[in-house]
């Protein structure tokens, strides 16, 4: 068995060729990342995405990849799209809360000498 | 002589892109409806039908719609965008919030100039719809992606705008 077989190579049990695309991604001394990714996308699919890419985007593409796969498995259900759902919720919040400190500010400079009793909710 | 056993014609959309018979306890069915085939066909294009299979039958079945819909939200989002797919949308969506926090910020800052010190407590609630969220909190403190993909202010609104809502929001 060739030791210097990727992770990829060395998780499906396979010699790992030199121009093999996984192989840049998926050093040997971190199997958990490809199995992670192959868990949920499939070595298939991963191997076909990363090869509809320019060489230089497919470093990020795998992180990205590996990412998505790691917060599908802690949340099934959810994914990253969770994260996603959770941001745009808080962000909504905030922006809703923005025009009413900027009415605060206002009505403070029109007012400036009297006391105020803000409600911000 | 055998024949061919013909595919029921209630086939759901992963069985007709399958080419497969519809059984009746087919775990696609109830989610993949045959009127709308280019849904699977993203889920996949990007997850392979295999996994989602898995995927299904590894969650409780009552939260199977939840989950074949926020597959198929991550899938279209991963075709729009193949090499940073709903990461992109995260530090998008930070950058976004981060904006906002600062305005905020901002705007309080400018408030406790105008007002008298019995206001300090109304500023402190403001900041505290922020901090609300300790698990958005953790998120934000642990992703490493925000530093490397943050999109231009100019193209934030549209990159938004383009990938909408999560359905579940």
């Known amino acids: ?78 994914g990253c799209v969770g994260i996603i759902s959770l941001l745009q919720n808080q962000i909504q919040k905030t922006q809703n809360l923005l025009p009413r400190t900027q009415a605060e500010i206002s009505v403070a400079q029109i007012k400036p000498s009297q006391n105020q009793h803000s409600a911000f909710m | 002589m ?44 990007v997850f392979g039908a295999s996994n989602v299979s898995k995927l299904l039958s590894e969650v409780p079945e009552e939260q199977r719609q939840e989950t074949v819909n926020s597959l198929a939200y991550e899938a279209d989002v991963r075709l729009k965008d193949p ?13 976004k919030m981060l904006e906002l926090q600062h305005d905020i910020a901002v705007a309080r800052n400018r408030l406790l100039a105008h007002n008298a010190s019995g206001v300090n407590n109304n500023n402190n609630h403001v900041l505290s719809t922020l901090d609300d969220s300790p698990q958005l909190a953790a998120f934000l403190d642990l992703v490493p992606y925000s530093d490397l993909m943050l999109l231009d202010g100019s193209g934030l609104d549209a990159y938004l705008y383009d990938i909408g809502p999560p359905p579940f929001v």
């Open chain 1, 1 to 78: 068995m060739n030791p210097k077989r990727c992770a990829a190579c060395r998780y499906l049990r396979r010699r790992c060729p030199k121009d093999c695309v996984f192989s840049p991604y998926f050093p040997p001394n971190n199997p958990d990342k490809f199995a992670c990714v192959h868990r949920i996308y499939g070595a298939g699919n991963v191997s076909k995405m990363l090869q509809q890419l320019p060489v230089q985007t497919r470093a990020e593409a795998v992180e990205s990849l590996c990412f998505e796969a790691t917060c599908r498995v802690e949340d099934p259900v959810y």
């Open chain 2, 2 to 45: 055998r024949g061919h056993e013909p595919r029921s014609s209630s086939s759901c959309a992963a069985c007709k892109l399958l080419k497969r018979r519809c059984t009746p306890t087919c775990i696609f069915a109830p989610h993949f409806r045959s009127s709308d085939q280019i849904t699977f066909a993203k889920v996949h294009k």
């Open chain 2, 83 to 95: 090499v940073y797919g709903c990461i992109g949308a995260i530090a998008s969506l930070q950058k």
